[in-house]
């Protein structure tokens, strides 16, 4: 490889990006907290669509009935201005969409406020919400505590029933922490008390890390009667879940034939891994253009996650109008996987993840860093130039070794600032118990820090 192809794939990969600036890379993967910056506002009620023109796919709540559009609309990542959110809500509810996924902890605090905001325009009988109990920090485990932060829900969602409730991100800390947060301070029963009383319609949990909380939860189903269970799942976790994390994680497909078994219907969160199946290797690509030349990589994930029947909504967090235009119109109607669309995913999940990628999903959890390193923002840099064949580097012996290093370099400067870059990590830990999916994060950034370190002659 010469000079000229290095720098045109440092521009393409840039392209391909969508990047301009130091900043642009940043501002994608923090857009989680970073979004919700404009006042909220009341706005005059959108025009209502008939519903003869609706194409999408529902599937029918096991309990009650209702029925629940099979995209379901992720509020975690959304544009900064509340009139674009509610223009993409508006879009939304027009064309079939009436499940809306948020929590009090996205978009740095403010995200129920501004769902709340877009969805009361709306009859509440147009829309299922669903939010969570996200007391994650210990400070926020008594019964006290807890109980404030449900109560704030309803205010900043404006109604008087949740639909879809969730104890938010299970299994992180295994089983001392659930007891702490939901079964020693009496939490879980409140809340199935509450669901009793009709406040919460369905009761259910989302789940990620030690899989003996999900299967404790699981094994007491005729105690607790989980409504619905929230878990990654997509091609790749399906059996690739636990690749590069602890022993303790189980591939989707173990969760997803748990929940069968039980009837528990299946919502699913990161159906295309934080979008790295929408953004997948040239000849990834190219294999799924050979089958169907109209479809993109991330309609793939969504078709494939789809097209089990134990799902009840698929969640994506659509903050541009061209993801949502797309995402609809793969589920308007749906056209399922056939088997031999399956075995060619289940061949590339095995590909890929032979890839030396990181398993980030840009959920921006862990942020913010304590010492300022954009960790999303990094870990997407490098998955980046892995599937732009940036990277691997080879032996530092090789004859290009040192052109290679240097168009990673150059690429890095420009896509991260300084002072946001992984040199910047000390190592300090704190974190690592936010992680959902467990990644040893202070290790992966040693290992961008050796990628730029110049090898002495």
């Excluded at 030690?210 to 878990?231: G, N, P, R, T």
């Amino acid at each position: 490889m010469n000079t000229n192809d290095l720098d045109l794939s440092r521009r393409s990969f840039l392209r391909r990006l969508g990047l301009g600036s130091a900043s642009a890379l940043s501002l994608m993967a923090l857009g989680p907290l970073q979004a919700l910056a404009a006042p909220l506002r009341d706005d005059d009620t959108p025009p209502v669509s008939s519903d003869t023109d609706i194409k999408m796919t529902y599937r029918r709540q096991n309990g009650s009935g209702e029925n629940i559009s099979l995209l379901g609309f992720g509020m975690m990542r959304l544009p900064r201005e509340q009139a674009e959110v509610d223009r993409l809500v508006d879009y939304a509810i027009a064309h079939g969409v009436n499940y809306f996924d948020t929590a009090p902890m996205y978009g740095g605090g403010r995200n129920e406020a501004v769902t709340g905001a877009t969805l009361s325009r709306y009859p509440r009988e147009k829309y299922y919400v669903a939010t969570k109990m996200s007391n994650m920090n210990p400070s926020q485990w008594s019964l006290e505590k807890s109980k404030e932060m449900y109560e704030n829900s309803f205010r900043r969602l404006r109604v008087d029933y949740i639909d879809y409730y969730l104890l938010h991100s299970v299994g992180g800390g295994g089983m001392d922490t659930l007891r702490g947060r939901f079964l020693d301070n009496g939490l879980l029963d409140f809340l199935l008390s509450e669901r009793e009383s009709g406040r919460i319609r369905h009761l259910g949990f989302s789940y990620h890390g030690d899989v003996a909380v999900f299967d404790y939860l699981l094994d007491h189903h005729d105690k607790y009667h989980w409504d619905f269970v929230q878990i990654q799942m997509n091609y790749v976790d399906w059996r690739h879940a636990g690749r590069g994390r602890r022993r303790s994680d189980a591939d989707a497909e173990y969760l997803y034939g748990r929940l069968e078994k039980l009837g528990i219907q299946a919502v699913v969160m990161e159906p295309i891994r934080g979008g790295a199946l929408a953004n997948v290797a040239d000849e990834v690509r190219q294999q799924l253009h050979d089958v169907r030349p109209d479809d993109s990589p991330a309609t793939w994930g969504f078709r494939w996650v789809a097209s089990y029947p134990n799902i009840l909504t698929t969640l994506s967090g659509m903050n541009r109008m061209e993801h949502l235009t797309e995402n609809v119109a793969t589920f308007s109607p749906l056209q399922p996987c056939s088997d031999a669309e399956k075995q060619l995913l289940a061949r590339i999940a095995d590909q890929m993840a032979g890839f030396p990628t990181i398993g980030c999903t840009t959920c921006a959890y862990c942020m913010p860093c304590p010492y300022g390193v954009d960790i999303p923002g990094n870990f997407a840099f490098y998955n980046n130039a892995v599937n732009t064949k940036l990277l691997p580097l080879p032996e530092p012996t090789a004859a290009d070794y040192a052109e290679r290093q240097d168009a990673f370099i150059s690429a890095y400067r420009e896509a991260i600032a300084a002072e946001k870059r992984a040199t910047t990590c000390t190592d300090c830990g704190q974190c690592l118990s936010k992680c959902p999916q467990q990644i040893r994060i202070p290790n992966q950034m040693s290992r961008i820090v050796e990628l730029t370190r110049k090898r002495r002659k």
